[in-house]
């Protein structure tokens, strides 16, 4: 990574979740002066432990995307902000619609306002999410790929990134959105059961509860360890070259989802089962998904370089061991 964050003011959005802690503590190191904004909502993935290897050498600001008031002084001065905060539950989407609006839509919009007028020249990224194609109508999913969200959520999550594309194009901002795919490793929540399989499967792994999969297990996933994503948003922030454009994520490889649980169970011994899909999942599953990564690796070079098994290893490691030792 080059020099560019010595020394560079930058705030992260959701800095006490999973991706943004991770985010942090790497910035943090390449000498970035951090102010990490949470609202320690206490289902989403906040948590303090996640910032522990750093808590002295950051602001912490416990304050609300929604709050506009408040990220109009955030942002001042500040010269990347990663918008990392979000309600990321799929299904909780379903349930409280206008709770996910407002945190990740109206929020992002009310980000890039608050920015247009206190600090238009600051470099924007937005971390978005593979779940705006919705169900794949072809595989390796390109950006040109149509869109058509399953889920609340994945709607939000496209209008955030219209209005990030649309500062660009008409006020000239620096701002680009990155598709995330299935994130894990260090500091993901394991708590909430409702944020997708991964980290339900990492849980039951690691207390012996028997996995419980649902459908066939042979939906086929790729998958990112959070080093890699870090570096990629890492990358993103330093560039003022995107102008308002959307990158996929994702990984060469990709597994079913019954030999995800059979390589984590090399790791982690459990048994599990097939069950039926519940019909409320069933409704908002996209199936087979992966990405074509290739155009933000033209771009940027970017490439993963943590396959599954060495990153499931690393994460089992982690949640095995006091924070303060691990990853
Ligand atoms: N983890 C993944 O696999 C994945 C995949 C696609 C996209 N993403 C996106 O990446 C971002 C980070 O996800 P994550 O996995 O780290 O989730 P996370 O839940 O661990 O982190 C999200 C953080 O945002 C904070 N937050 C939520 N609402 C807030 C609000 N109103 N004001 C301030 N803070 C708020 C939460 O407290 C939490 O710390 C999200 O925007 C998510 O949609 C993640």
Request: a negative charge; glycine letters at 8%; aromatic letters at 10%.
């Amino acid at each position: 990574m080059s020099s560019f964050y010595h020394g560079r003011r930058v705030l992260i959005t959701g800095g006490l979740g999973f991706i943004g802690s991770n985010l942090a503590i790497e910035l943090q190191k390449l000498g970035a002066r951090l102010t990490l904004l949470d609202s320690m909502i206490p289902a989403y993935g906040a948590c303090l432990e996640n910032i522990e290897p750093i808590r002295n050498a950051v602001t912490v600001n416990f304050s609300d995307v929604r709050d506009q008031h408040s990220l109009a002084y955030l942002v001042r001065d500040q010269e990347v902000i990663f918008s990392l905060a979000g309600q990321v539950s799929h299904i909780d989407s379903m349930h409280e619609p206008l709770v996910d609006l407002d945190i990740n839509c109206r929020s992002q919009l009310s980000l890039l306002e608050c920015c247009r007028r206190e600090n238009p020249g600051v470099r924007l990224v937005l971390a978005s999410t593979r779940q705006v194609y919705g169900k794949p109508q072809f595989l390796p999913v390109t950006e040109e790929h149509p869109i058509a969200p399953t889920d609340i959520n994945g709607i939000n999550k496209w209008a955030a990134e219209m209005y990030f594309t649309l500062y660009a194009q008409v006020y000239g901002m620096s701002t680009v959105s990155l598709r995330l795919t299935n994130t894990y490793g260090p500091r993901m929540d394991l708590r909430n059961s409702k944020k997708g399989f991964v980290g339900v499967f990492i849980k039951q792994a690691l207390t012996g509860q028997p996995i419980r999969i649902f459908g066939t297990g042979a939906q086929r996933r790729d998958f990112n360890y959070v080093s890699d994503v870090v570096h990629a948003l890492a990358m993103v922030g330093e560039s003022r070259l995107f102008c308002g454009q959307s990158f996929n994520l994702g990984h060469d490889e990709h597994f079913t989802l019954r030999e995800f649980v059979e390589l984590l169970s090399e790791k982690c011994p459990v048994d599990f089962e097939l069950i039926p899909f519940p019909d409320e999942l069933r409704a908002i599953d996209i199936g087979d998904y992966f990405a074509d990564y290739s155009r933000f690796r033209a771009v940027t070079g970017w490439r993963p370089c943590v396959g599954l098994s060495e990153g499931l290893q690393r994460t089992i490691m982690h949640y095995r061991q006091p924070f303060e030792t691990a990853a």
